[in-house]
């Protein structure tokens, strides 16, 4: 794999941008215009001068490589812009993804470009330094210990208490739930939060939602707490499950987890990549195929309000990188190690199955983790076809299809799938689980790149 | 089944719920002791059953498939066209930003030019940009023939399944569905007798492009049971590839019941020239019209009609002015107007059209004839007229609304060849101006032909210089962002820098001069770009 040539699509550069405000100017300024001196490096460095309102233009920089404990691009702006990426970053890949002629290839970087990639190679490599020189565990093991007791005994304090909320509302009745409201959840679930439990608090929280969520939602409200009632009991008898499950409640649970597993090198290619954003946190999701291990990761990154999380990966792409699973949950979570080359196009394509095998695939999960929502799964030939006031994902041979998600029904994506089909069938990669299907990248059947569809 | 297991069968899951909404207290749930433990052992066969019908999910049958989109055989946009396509409807509508509009190009502007220029080389819109060119062509009407044209068919497969978008459906000829091919006599004879008034409309205007008279003898078949308003509308479709042959039926439709119909069927038979109806009103005009020899310059005399009589009400004069003006010459107008050009030489001494249009007339004639020849000028596309009777450029009267307005003047302008038009603009330009010249500049062909363009920047320059700010320019400002020929742009560098400040010039005027240039810039140099990636390379 070279690294030449390694440009990404104005898709994939959009997709870093914080918001919408930001995609708008960012497009703005990806045109020649307002730029100057322009370059990128062999080691994946593109910078460049903007000229803005000022009478010095501003100094941007990207490290679109990024590297071992630093994934993803990084960026370096001298305007004053409090959006990360800023728009100048943004403006500047938009050029560099049109190509050489705006971006010349294997340039040197001024001095003050350099300096900032400089400093970054420096970090990167004491960071890695200091992972050889004290391999595992925190200063204070014993104190660590001590830490982790008083908080599992704060979470099953938090979880008898829910459990006793539980076993009173079905004494009283699910009918109850409807009158009570949403006030005596949200009382709960601050008690959750208080127990140290965020993964109580926010199934809490759902609990909540659910009596105002149409038709069918006593059946809905009594799923929702059997399953947290398993939770509870699965957490106040953990010592008692075997080790995967236990690993699995903890996390349920909230409990954070570190990856464990050896790293397992592989060619991941990016499935899908989507956030979620509340108002205090946006959680990204990214979804990867090991071509060689045929494993599917997830990895999760976070921003803080107002900022897009640092880890990005455009759909699409190929990533040559070292990846360590987290115990628990069916070994699907994942965090990156080291990056061996930046992300690379590829006509690689996830192999997928029938709608058939997908349910199947949700249906085996549950065994190791019988909270789980949805499998990551890929659909070969299929069709989106309407369905009344719905949409459902059919097989192009034989008569089974599985119905979209309310959510996923909702997004420009499946019109962008819908136009992608034709009536034709397509390769889908997306979530299935027991609401159904949501659909977050496509490829046509014929040649063509992966199209985002989340 | 597992008959050997001692376990009890599960509950039944609707037991379960029963029990869960009425609440345990009330209803014991199946398999559990009533007392205290209940709550728990419902929610624990809940648990379980909530996986076990999670793990028993299987999927649904399908339902009826839609019918593939039609083909679409156009080549595919080369990459970094795609690549284009995808900031163009990023920058989607909405994000005009008031006062000043800084240094950078504003994409929204340049779509409908990129829609255009994809159209012309004939590439096909990928497939996953559909749903976003479709939602522009909705925010746009402007937008919409181009942008649908480029969409293709597939875009109007896709408008059929979303409501959003019927907007297509209704927008493209047979909405969206196949007109019958030229071999296809009964589904045409079918469609035109059964079909909705919008597909009617359109089987017409695509039978009339191929065939004229097969179009013409559709329309006779069925004229006397279609209501007035429609036969209004199917009239106006025989206005695409009129024809001597039309006459006998435009002559039948003049005696029609409806007044807008008869004065429709005369407009059309008067852009006829060898029509009756243009002969009966060229002896009509001919007769209001003579030429005075008997003072020093040969004087042209006008004698209004006396009355509208009946034959002049069926050829289309309408006999009651406006408010405001006079009876008589509001006939002579409509004469005028309908009488073919060609016969005036002949009748004035064998005079040119300039020589005609020079010569005085007598008693304040002048505005209502030149007006009523201006009509006629642009309703028979007489190239010769609209030169004479838009006069040279320079000439001090072209600078104000005379005789000849400027929506006039602007519509003679169409009716010239582009370099023409090009050309007596920018003589217009260089001789009164920029500040009377935005109309006459949005008939011309884009890009600017070169004396044009220069017309152009050098006024905006002597505009700079005289001092007032750029945005009393804004408008011009905009079409030659748009319009001026990419190659121009090396002719802008001069007018890149920051002028130092004059005394007498508005204050800061000059950096916002070579703001707005460098925005113009900017602009050509994307252009000439955005059409370089248009190029497959071979």
């Given amino acids: 794999m070279t690294q030449q040539g390694v440009r990404w699509s104005v898709d994939q550069v959009l997709a870093l941008a914080p918001d919408s405000a930001s995609r708008k100017a960012g497009s703005k300024l990806g045109a020649a215009g307002p730029w100057s001196g322009t370059g990128s490096s062999r080691e994946g460095a593109v910078w460049g001068l903007c000229k803005g309102s000022g009478s010095t233009p501003y100094r941007t920089v990207v490290d679109v490589v990024g590297g071992s404990g630093a994934p993803g691009p990084a960026y370096k702006c001298s305007c004053p812009s409090r959006k990360f990426p800023c728009k100048h970053a943004l403006g500047l890949l938009l050029l560099w993804s049109g190509g050489e002629a705006s971006v010349p290839d294997d340039g040197q970087a001024p001095d003050w470009a350099e300096e900032w990639l400089a400093g970054r190679r420096r970090t990167q490599d004491e960071r890695e330094a200091g992972r050889a020189g004290s391999p595992s565990g925190p200063a204070d093991p014993e104190g660590a210990r001590r830490r982790a007791e008083r908080r599992a005994e704060r979470i099953t304090a938090g979880a008898t208490d829910l459990e006793e909320r539980l076993t009173d509302l079905l004494r009283a009745g699910l009918a109850t739930a409807e009158q009570a409201g949403y006030g005596l959840w949200e009382e709960t679930a601050a008690r959750m939060v208080d127990a140290q439990a965020p993964g109580l608090a926010s199934r809490v929280r759902e609990l909540g939602a659910v009596p105002a969520s149409g038709p069918g939602w006593p059946v809905r409200l009594l799923e929702e707490c059997a399953l947290l009632h398993l939770l509870d009991r699965g957490w106040l008898h953990r010592e008692r499950l075997p080790d995967a499950l236990a690993a699995t409640v903890r996390t349920r649970v909230g409990l954070p987890s570190s990856p464990q597993g050896p790293p397992v090198r592989d060619d991941w290619l990016v499935l899908a990549q989507y956030d ?179 | 089944m597992n008959t050997g297991s001692s376990l009890p069968p599960p509950p039944a899951w609707e ?365 028979q596309r007489d190239p010769d007229w609209s030169r004479a009777l838009l006069g040279p450029p320079s000439a001090p009267g072209a600078g104000g609304p005379g005789a000849v307005s400027l929506a006039e003047r602007a519509k003679l302008l169409g009716t010239l060849t582009a370099p023409v038009r090009a050309e007596w603009v920018a003589g217009f330009i260089a001789a009164h101006g920029l500040s009377e010249a935005f109309q006459l500049l949005g008939v011309c062909s884009v890009p600017w032909a070169a004396p044009l363009g220069r017309a152009v920047v050098d006024a905006l320059n002597i505009a700079r210089d005289a001092g007032s700010y750029p945005w009393s320019f804004s408008g011009v400002m905009g079409l030659a962002e748009r319009c001026l020929d990419p190659s121009e742009a090396v002719r802008l560098d001069a007018l890149l820098a920051v002028p130092d400040e004059q005394e007498d010039a508005s204050p800061g005027a000059g950096g916002y001069w070579a703001e707005a240039f460098q925005r113009l810039c900017r602009t050509l140099r994307l252009r000439a770009a955005m059409t370089a990636e248009l190029e497959v390379p071979a």
């Fill in chain 1, 276 to 454: 979620r954003t509340d108002p205090k946190l946006t959680t990204r999701r990214i979804w990867l195929h090991g071509a060689a291990s045929g494993r599917t990761a997830l990895l999760l990154s976070y921003g803080a309000a107002g900022r897009a999380p640092e880890l990005t990966l455009p759909v699409g792409l190929v990533l040559d990188a070292e990846l360590s699973a987290h115990p628990g949950t069916g070994g699907l979570r994942a965090s990156l190690g080291e990056q061996f080359a930046p992300p690379a196009p590829t006509g690689v394509r996830p192999p997928g199955g029938t709608t058939a095998e997908a349910t199947a695939r949700y249906g085996e999960a549950l065994r190791d983790d019988p909270w789980r929502e949805s499998v990551p799964v890929t659909l070969d030939d299929v069709i989106p076809v309407p369905d009344g006031d719905s949409w459902q994902l059919a097989d192009a041979t034989g008569g089974t299809a599985l119905p979209l998600t309310t959510a996923a029904r909702s997004r420009p994506g499946l019109w962008r799938l819908v136009a992608l089909s034709g009536g034709a069938p397509v390769k889908v990669f997306g979530e299935c689980g027991h609401r159904g299907f949501t659909p977050l990248t496509a490829w046509p059947t014929g040649p063509g790149n992966a199209v985002r569809l989340c």
């Fill in chain 2, 15 to 379: 037991d379960l719920v029963t029990a869960a909404l009425l609440g345990t207290d009330r209803r014991t749930p199946p398999g559990a002791a009533p007392g205290r433990g209940a709550p728990s052992a419902l929610l624990d066969a809940a648990a379980a059953e909530t996986v076990r019908r999670r793990a028993g999910l299987r999927p649904g049958p399908a339902a009826p498939r839609p019918r593939p989109a039609p083909e679409d055989r156009r080549p595919p946009l080369p990459p970094a066209a795609a690549r284009r396509l995808a900031l163009l409807l990023a920058d989607r509508p909405g994000t005009a930003q008031g006062g000043r509009r800084g240094t950078t190009p504003d994409l929204v502007e340049l779509l409908p030019q990129w829609l255009s220029a994809v159209n012309e080389r004939g590439f096909a819109a990928p497939p996953e940009s559909l749903p976003a060119l479709l939602d522009a062509a909705r925010a746009r009407t402007d937008l919409r023939p181009a942008a649908l044209r480029f969409a293709g068919p597939r875009a109007l497969w896709l408008a059929r399944l979303n409501p959003d978008w019927r907007f297509a459906l209704r927008a493209s000829p047979g909405g969206g569905t196949a007109l019958p091919g030229p071999q296809e006599a009964g589904r045409i004879e079918q469609l035109w007798q059964e079909g909705l008034f919008a597909e009617r409309v359109s089987l017409l205007a695509a039978v009339r492009a191929r065939d004229p008279d097969a179009a013409r003898e559709l329309l006779e078949a069925t004229w006397p049971t279609e209501r007035a308003e429609d036969r209004l509308m199917f009239l106006d479709s025989l206005r695409a590839g009129l024809g001597p042959r039309d006459e006998p039926f435009l002559e039948q439709a003049l005696a029609d019941r409806s007044r807008n119909v008869r004065a429709t069927a005369a407009e059309l038979l008067s852009a006829l020239p060898q029509s009756a109806l243009a002969a009966r009103m060229a002896v009509r005009a001919g007769a209001c019209v003579a030429v005075d020899h008997t003072r020093d310059t040969p004087t042209l005399l006008v004698e209004a009609p006396h009355e509208c009589d009946a034959a002049m009400e069926r050829d289309g004069v309408s006999p009651n002015p406006p408010s405001g003006r006079g009876e008589r010459s509001w006939w002579l107008g409509q004469l005028v107007e309908a009488a073919p050009l060609a016969g005036w030489p002949a009748r004035l001494g064998g005079r040119t059209p300039e020589q005609i249009v020079a010569m005085p007339v007598a008693d304040d004639w002048l505005g209502e004839l030149h007006a009523a020849w201006c009509r006629a000028a642009v309703r």
